[in-house]
C-alpha cells in the first residue's frame, strides 16, 4: 500500500514539485502507513526508486537508448541500463530514507500502546503491500530495527 | 539492542539529520559532477534531453511576429524558414537555431566575452583575463555601434534576437540543453552583442594568427640571412589565388572604370610607404645581404634568450579550398562553384544548415549558430564560397613605457598617456577579479611584464595591433550577399566585410565565374609586421588602407577556372604587401592540377576533387628519400615496408598502411633535421616549414643542416633518412604489421566542452594536411558544397554532425559517416512551403499576435 502511494505521489509530484520530493512524499507516507522501520524503508526504496527507474526506462527506450549510452560513458558505466539503475537507486534511496525518518517520527511522538499482540510477516516490500491490502497485522520481526509497532496502522487499514 | 537504553527521540533526529545529508549531498556538485539529484530527476533532469524523434506538425504563438511564419523541416532536419517580411526571417532563425543549438550559441560567446569563469569556476580566469586583454568585448561593443548606425544589421540582429528570447522563454528548466544540465546554469538573455562576439570570435580563428614572434625569435638566433633564405616570402611554383597575368587596379566592370592606360596613374595616386625601421627593413623586405652576418650554428656567440612562445590558438595551417569553373569547361554547361572550409571539427557542428526566404530573400546554406544570414551558400541566381584570406592584420609593437604605472609610452619621441580599461571578471564560486586592460594607440597590451597566460602565444609588453579590434560590419556584407543576384550586386556586397579577409568565389546563372581576394586591408611598407616591431617609431604604425579598387581580384579569366587554397593572393607584380603569412603548400598545387585537367566537370566530379588525397609533398619527395635508405642495411621487416612504401600510390586512403608509415617518417626526418639546431626551447622559434623543407632535401642534399650539431660524427642526409625510418618503422609497427592510416591518424570531431562521451571519436576517413581532403586528426572539412548553376541552381553539401546540438538526439551526429565516406546530399531548395510534400517531415507554424 505505502508503496504504490509513494510511487504514485513520486510519479505525480515529480512534474510539480523539486527534485527532492520523493524524500518529503516517503516522509509523509512513513509516518503514515508502515507498521515498521524495515518495511519503511522497504516500501519507500521500492516507491520511489521504480516510479524514478519507471520513467527512467520509459524515455530511454522511446530514445532508442541513445542518450544513456553516452550518460554512461560520461559517469564510466559499462550500459545504458546501469543509468536507468543508477536513476532507481537515487529515487529509491530518498523515498527509503525518507520513509524511514517518518516511520521513527511517528513511532517516537505516537508510541503504541503497550500490549497489542502482534504477528510476524515477511518484511519485503513485496509482502508488505500485500499486507496492507488484506489488512493481516505485520510485526516488527527483524532484529535490525526497534521494536515499535505502529499504532495508527488501523487507522491506515 | 534495547531500545529503552537511549532516549527516543534520538532516533528520528539521527534518520532526519541522514535524509537530509543524502539530500544536500546528492545536490551539491562535487568536482566536475553535476547535482546528481538534480541530473537525474527523470522529471526534469538530463533525461528530459532523450529526444524521442518524433516530430509533429505544431503551431507556436510568437509574439513578437508581424506574421505569420511557416519553417517546414526536411528529412534532414533541415528548417526551411518561409516568411513574410525580414524581420519575422531572422525572428524565426534565431528562434529555430536556438531550438536546435542553443548552447552552442551562448558558450561561443560567452568564450568569446572572457566571461566563462562565470560557468565554469576559478580555472577559467585567466581564458578570460587573456580575451578581455586582447580587446575583444571592448570591440564587440563598438561593432554592436557600428551595426546600429547602418540599421539593416542591427534590424537583423535584433530580430534574430528576439526570436532566441522567445525560444528562451518558453522552456522550462527541464527542457534546457542537457550541457546547462550538466555544468548547472541556466541560458541568459540574448542580445545583438552576443551576435557581435560570435564575429570576434569567427575573426579570432581565421585573423588571429601569424608567426611573428617565433619568427623574431629565429631572426635574433640565426640572422636575417638564414630567414632570407629558408623563409620565403613566396614560393615560386604554387599558383597565386588570382591567376599571373590578370591586370591590377580598377577592373574593368566596375562603374568607375578608368581602362587600363590609367592603371599606371591609379597605382601612383597610392602613396607607397617609406620603410623606417634600418635594423627590420634588411630582414622583413626578405633579406638584404646589407648584414652578411653568417647564420650562426650553435655554436656561435650566444643570441638573447628567445621571448617565450606558447602554443598557438589559431591552428596554424588552418585551410580551405574554393574553386569555381566556367560553363565552357563543365559537361552541363553551366558553371560549378565548390567550397570547403577547413575549420576545427567539433560538435555541436560549426555550421547550421538552412534555407530562408522572405521577399526579396531565397537563400540555401550554412549559417553560424548565434548569428543571422547564411555564410556560404546558393540563392536562385548565384552562389558563393569563401576560404581564409591569411593576409596579416595582426601585428606586435615592443612598448617602452616610462614606469611600471604603465601610465606613459614612448611614441616619436615623446611620452605618450596610455588608456586603461578595467575589466570585471566575474567568477563562480569566487570573487569577481578585476582587471586593468592598458591599451596604445597600436591597441590593447596584451601581457605584461612576466605574465604567462595558459596555452596562446603573444609576447609580454607588447602591443597588439589586429584589424578586428577596428569597428566593422561583416553581418551587413552577408545579409547583401545572400539577396545579391549577379556580379555587380555580389562585388558590391563585399564592401562592409573587412575581417578576416577572405578569397570570395562567385559563380552566377547568368554564366560569371569570379574570385575576390577581399577584406580591408592596411597600408603597410613591405615586410611591415612580419616581425615584431618597435611601437616607438612612428614609421612602423599602420597608416591608412589600400583603397577597394587595389584588391587583387579577377573575373572570367580564360582559363575558364578559379581556385583558392589560402595560398599567396597575387604574383610579384602585384605593388601591395599584404602579409606573408599564406599557405603555399601542396594543396593548391594539386587543385591547380586537378582543376586543368578537367575539361567537362560534373558535380560529381567537382565532389570527388573535394575528396582528393593524394599527396603531393610525398609524390614529391618519397622517391628521392627512398633512393637515400637504397643500400642501408635493414631489418627483413624493415626492408618489406621500403618496399610497401616504394609501391605506394601517394594516396592516403583510410586504410592504406603506406601513409601512416610516410607520415611517421616524414615527422621523425623533420625534427632529425632541426631539433638540434633550435635547441631545447626550439618551440620558441619558427622552424623552416615543410615545404622550404622538402626543397632542401632535394636541392640541397649536402647541406650543414642535416649534421646533428650536438654529436661528434657529422651525420649527412642519407644516415638520417635511415634511421628515422627504421624508427618511422617500430613507431608504426603494431602486432607485427605496420598500422592503418585511419587508424594511425583517428579523426576526432570532439564536444565543444572536451566532453568525450559526447565526442564522436576515431572516426576513419581518408585526406591529409597537403592532399585537397585537408582532413587531419581534429580539422579539416567543416562543410563541403558543391553548386551547378543551371537555370535552377542545384546543391550538393554535407557537414560533419547534424543538425540538432543535443548529444540525446539521433540528428546530434547523423551526417558523420556518410561525411567521411565522402558522400554528400542533394541540397532541398523550396519554392514555397507547401512545395515537395514528399521530402518534408514536419512543420512549424509560428503565429504572431
Known amino acids: 500500500m505505502a508503496l504504490l502511494i509513494l510511487f504514485a505521489a513520486a510519479l505525480a509530484g515529480g512534474y510539480i514539485f523539486p527534485w527532492w520530493w520523493p524524500a518529503i512524499a516517503a516522509y509523509g507516507i512513513g509516518f503514515w502507513l508502515p507498521r515498521n522501520a524495515a518495511s519503511a524503508f522497504a516500501s519507500g526504496f521500492a516507491g520511489a526508486g521504480l516510479a524514478w527507474a519507471g520513467l527512467a526506462a520509459f524515455l530511454d527506450w522511446r530514445n532508442h537508448h541513445l542518450l544513456s549510452g553516452r550518460i554512461a560513458a560520461l559517469f ?25 525518518a517518518g516511520y521513527a517520527l511517528r513511532a517516537y511522538a505516537m508510541p503504541r500502546p503497550a500490549g497489542v499482540a502482534t504477528v510476524p510477516v515477511g518484511g519485503t516490500a513485496g509482502s508488505l503491500s500485500a499486507d496492507g491490502e488484506t489488512g493481516i497485522p505485520d510485526s516488527p520481526e527483524s532484529a535490525d530495527t526497534d521494536a515499535d509497532p505502529d499504532p495508527g496502522r488501523t487507522a491506515a487499514t | 539492542m534495547n531500545p529503552k537504553s537511549r532516549p527516543g527521540w534520538i532516533k528520528p533526529v539521527a534518520l532526519g539529520g541522514a535524509l537530509v545529508l543524502f539530500l544536500v549531498l546528492i545536490d551539491s556538485r562535487l568536482g566536475p559532477l553535476p547535482s546528481l539529484g538534480r541530473f537525474f530527476n527523470p522529471f526534469s533532469g538530463f533525461w528530459l534531453n532523450a529526444d524521442d524523434g518524433r516530430p509533429k506538425d505544431v503551431k507556436l504563438r510568437a509574439p513578437g511576429l508581424n506574421e505569420t511564419v511557416s519553417i517546414v523541416f526536411d528529412k534532414r532536419q533541415v528548417p526551411h524558414i518561409f516568411a513574410q517580411n525580414a524581420h519575422d526571417l531572422f525572428f524565426a532563425q534565431g528562434y529555430i537555431t536556438a531550438r536546435d543549438r542553443l548552447w552552442q550559441m551562448e558558450i561561443q560567446t560567452l568564450a568569446a566575452a572572457g566571461r566563462l569563469a562565470e560557468i565554469l569556476g576559478p580555472e ?6 587573456f580575451q578581455r586583454r586582447l580587446g575583444i568585448p571592448q570591440a564587440a561593443g563598438q561593432a554592436v555601434e557600428m551595426m546600429k548606425k547602418n540599421g539593416e544589421s542591427w534590424q537583423a540582429a535584433q530580430a534574430y534576437a528576439e526570436g532566441v528570447n522567445a525560444w528562451i522563454a518558453e522552456m522550462e528548466p527541464g527542457d534546457y540543453p542537457l550541457e546547462y544540465k550538466l555544468l548547472d546554469y541556466a541560458p ?8 557581435a562576439l560570435l564575429n570576434k570570435h569567427m575573426q579570432w580563428t581565421l585573423s588571429g594568427m601569424g608567426d611573428d614572434l617565433p619568427l623574431t625569435n629565429t631572426l635574433s638566433k640565426f640572422g636575417a640571412d638564414f630567414i632570407a633564405l629558408y623563409f620565403p616570402e613566396r614560393r615560386g611554383d604554387v599558383p597565386t589565388v588570382i591567376p599571373s597575368g590578370t591586370p591590377w587596379g580598377p577592373r574593368a566592370d566596375s562603374s568607375s572604370a578608368a581602362g587600363p592606360d590609367s592603371l599606371g596613374g591609379f597605382f601612383r595616386s597610392i602613396p607607397f610607404l617609406r620603410v623606417p625601421d634600418p635594423d627590420l627593413r634588411d630582414s622583413a623586405a626578405g633579406g ?49 562553384l565548390a567550397n570547403d572550409p577547413h575549420l576545427d571539427l567539433g560538435l555541436p557542428s560549426i555550421w547550421y544548415e538552412v534555407q530562408l526566404s522572405a521577399p526579396g530573400i531565397a537563400v540555401y546554406g550554412v549559417s553560424l549558430p548565434g548569428a543571422p544570414a547564411v555564410v556560404i551558400g546558393f540563392n536562385r541566381k548565384i552562389a558563393w564560397g569563401m576560404t581564409n584570406g591569411n593576409d596579416d592584420v595582426f601585428d606586435w609593437y615592443r612598448i617602452t613605457f616610462k614606469d611600471s604605472t604603465l601610465g606613459e609610452y614612448m611614441h616619436g619621441k615623446q611620452w605618450k598617456p596610455t588608456r586603461k580599461v578595467v575589466e570585471a571578471i566575474k567568477v563562480r564560486g569566487g570573487a569577481t577579479v578585476l582587471d586593468t586592460v592598458v591599451y596604445t594607440h597600436q591597441g590593447p597590451l596584451v601581457l605584461k611584464s612576466q605574465e604567462r597566460p595558459a596555452n596562446r602565444n603573444s609576447p609580454s609588453m607588447h602591443a597588439l595591433r589586429w584589424l578586428a579590434l577596428d569597428p566593422s560590419d561583416e ?7 545572400m539577396k545579391s543576384r549577379d556580379y555587380g550586386e555580389f562585388s558590391a556586397a563585399l564592401e562592409p566585410f573587412h575581417c578576416p579577409s577572405q578569397n570570395f568565389a562567385f559563380a552566377s546563372v547568368s554564366g560569371d565565374i569570379a574570385m575576390f581576394h577581399h577584406g580591408l586591408f592596411p597600408r603597410k611598407w613591405k615586410g611591415q609586421g612580419r616581425f615584431t616591431m618597435d611601437g616607438s617609431e612612428p614609421g612602423n604604425d599602420w597608416s591608412g588602407w589600400l583603397p577597394r579598387s587595389a584588391e587583387p581580384a579577377v573575373r572570367n579569366p580564360a582559363q575558364g577556372w578559379l581556385f583558392s587554397a589560402n595560398q599567396t593572393p597575387a604574383d610579384s607584380t602585384y605593388p601591395f604587401y599584404l602579409g606573408s603569412g599564406f599557405a603555399d603548400g601542396q594543396r593548391p598545387k594539386r587543385l591547380a592540377q586537378l582543376l586543368s585537367e578537367s575539361d567537362s566537370l560534373t558535380p560529381d566530379g567537382a565532389f570527388r576533387i573535394l575528396m582528393d588525397d593524394y599527396d603531393m609533398h610525398a609524390s614529391e619527395l618519397l622517391p628521392a ?3 637515400r635508405i637504397a643500400k642501408a642495411p635493414l631489418s627483413p621487416e624493415d626492408s618489406a615496408a621500403r618496399r610497401d612504401l616504394a609501391a605506394w600510390d601517394y594516396r592516403h586512403t583510410a586504410h592504406g598502411k603506406a601513409p601512416a608509415l610516410f607520415d611517421a617518417w616524414w615527422r621523425q626526418l623533420y625534427r632529425a633535421i632541426w631539433q638540434d639546431e633550435f635547441g631545447a626551447d626550439s618551440t620558441h622559434y619558427q622552424w623552416p616549414d615543410k615545404d622550404r623543407t622538402r626543397r632542401m632535401i632535394l636541392e640541397e642534399p649536402d647541406a650543414d643542416w642535416y649534421d646533428n650539431i650536438t654529436t661528434s660524427p657529422r651525420e649527412t642526409l642519407g644516415f638520417l633518412a635511415a634511421r628515422t625510418f627504421r624508427e618511422a618503422c617500430a613507431l608504426t609497427r603494431t602486432g607485427g604489421k605496420g598500422r592503418e592510416w585511419a587508424a594511425y591518424r583517428p579523426v576526432q570531431i570532439r564536444h565543444l566542452a572536451r566532453i568525450d562521451a559526447f565526442s564522436s571519436l576515431g572516426v576513419e576517413s581518408g585526406g591529409c594536411g597537403d592532399c585537397v581532403n585537408a582532413l587531419k586528426s581534429t580539422h579539416g572539412p567543416s562543410w563541403r558544397m558543391v553548386v551547378e548553376l543551371g537555370q535552377e541552381p542545384r546543391g550538393y553539401g554535407i557537414y560533419p554532425g547534424g543538425q540538432s546540438g543535443n548529444p540525446g538526439s539521433a540528428h546530434y551526429g547523423e551526417f558523420i559517416r556518410d561525411w567521411a565516406g565522402g558522400k554528400s546530399y542533394p541540397l532541398l531548395f523550396l519554392r514555397g512551403p507547401g512545395s515537395e510534400a514528399g521530402a518534408i517531415s514536419y512543420r512549424i507554424s509560428l503565429r504572431g499576435k
Open chain 2, 124 to 129: 577559467m580566469i585567466e581564458h578570460d583575463r
Open chain 2, 288 to 336: 638584404g645581404p646589407t648584414k652578411s652576418q653568417p647564420a650562426p650554428r650553435s655554436k656561435g656567440p650566444a643570441s638573447p634568450d628567445p621571448l617565450p612562445v606558447l602554443p598557438k590558438s589559431p591552428t596554424p595551417g588552418n585551410g580551405s579550398n574554393n574553386f569555381v569553373v566556367s560553363g565552357s569547361r563543365t559537361l552541363g554547361g553551366h558553371p560549378i
Open chain 2, 475 to 481: 553581418l551587413l556584407g552577408f545579409i547583401r550577399i
Open chain 1, 76 to 100: 564510466h558505466l559499462q550500459t545504458g541500463w546501469a543509468v536507468v539503475a543508477l536513476t532507481g537507486i537515487l529515487g529509491g534511496l530518498m523515498g527509503g530514507l525518507g520513509a524511514w
Open chain 2, 188 to 195: 541568459g538573455h540574448w542580445t545583438p552583442l552576443n551576435t
Open chain 2, 625 to 627: 628519400l627512398l633512393e
